[in-house]
């Protein structure tokens, strides 16, 4: 009886420790092969079966260095690197990397009818990023000599697929119309890839402002980017900018941007971009006959040469 006993519990072991074996997970007992081969080959001391085990494991690395279809690539969700960070536009995080920081440099010349290159103006922008989903930024204008904007604010990251969205708010100090307003600036964001690779197209980047000693502003812009190689960005950007919540002909104004983008390395970026102040600039008054009169809409220009560094 008590040999029956002794088998049958030594049966049930045998089954508990068989089961044990095949219902361990794989991925989480290959993970660790390789630190605990590396143990036993220190504690065993003997050359002939370290080389053994260096031979045998190599089959087990060639299995881990190949890619799991069901898996995200390694870099979603902007997980790069300083060494890995893209060069294409479409392929960045709209926040920086942890530790990445990157400066804009640019300067912008008058192109307006009648004063073609007769006053300058500058512009320096900077951010950090804090950690891969959220960054810190500043930005500091002087349009055609006069102080025009300085700001200071976070973006951070709320999703990375199949849209990038993130939000955006700044604490933001402007002249317009030879008055100075602060306020807050609040944006939401987002690239949506068309065409992998190729085209996208951008929302929100702003959205409106509360503005301290004024009524907000109602600011929603949208963008194109266009590559049609890695190296090279076609850009096209518009605001629609509707003064005081108004909606009214005389508070409205679209400025737009666009221009190209060369990327010779991941770390700097050159750009020449075409600004107009308006497109619909309102009327100052009437002709003889009766029509509108004033500036059209291509008659405020600006060239703008800007030089992206990141480090």
């Known amino acids: 009886m008590l040999g029956d006993r002794s088998r049958l519990l030594r049966l049930a072991l045998l089954g508990l420790t ?7 997970p794989t991925k989480h007992y290959r993970a660790h092969a ?4 590396d143990d036993d080959d220190d504690s065993g001391g003997g050359g002939d079966d370290s080389g053994k085990g260096d031979d045998g494991g190599g089959g087990g690395d060639d299995d881990d260095d190949q890619a799991d279809p069901d898996q995200p690539a390694v870099t979603a969700g902007g997980l790069f690197t300083k060494a890995t ?27 307006s009818s009648g004063d073609e290159f007769g006053e300058f103006g500058a512009d320096v922008y900077a951010r950090y990023g804090i950690q891969d989903n959220l960054e810190v930024r500043g930005d ?37 119309a030879n008055k100075t307003y602060v306020g807050v600036n609040m944006g939401f964001p987002i690239r949506y890839l068309v065409k992998p690779g190729m085209v996208a197209v951008t929302a929100f980047e702003s959205f409106f402002t509360i503005n301290f000693n004024g009524h907000p502003d109602f600011t929603p812009s949208l963008g194109v980017i266009v590559t049609p190689a890695p190296i090279v960005s076609i850009v096209a950007h518009a605001t629609l900018v509707d003064n005081g919540f108004h909606t009214t002909a005389s ?5 737009i941007s666009a221009g190209f983008q060369l990327t010779p390395m991941n770390k700097v970026d050159i750009g020449l971009l075409l600004l107009l102040g308006n497109l619909i600039p309102p009327s100052t008054g009437m002709d003889a006959m009766g029509n509108p009169t004033g500036p059209g809409p291509l008659d405020a220009r600006e060239l703008e040469l800007y030089l992206n560094l990141r480090f």
């Open 18 to 24: 068989v089961f044990a074996a095949v219902s361990w």
């Open 34 to 37: 390789a630190t605990s081969g």
């Open 85 to 111: 960070y893209p060069i294409s536009a479409l392929d960045r995080p709209l926040t920086l990397i942890e530790g990445m920081t990157e400066i804009r440099l640019g300067g912008t010349a008058d192109l």
């Open 140 to 176: 500091l204008g002087l349009d055609l000599n006069n102080f025009t904007r300085a700001s200071v604010g976070l973006e951070g990251a709320l999703l990375y697929d199949p849209f990038a969205v993130d939000f955006r708010g700044s604490l933001l100090i402007q002249n317009y």
């Open 251 to 255: 508070d409205l104004a679209i400025p």
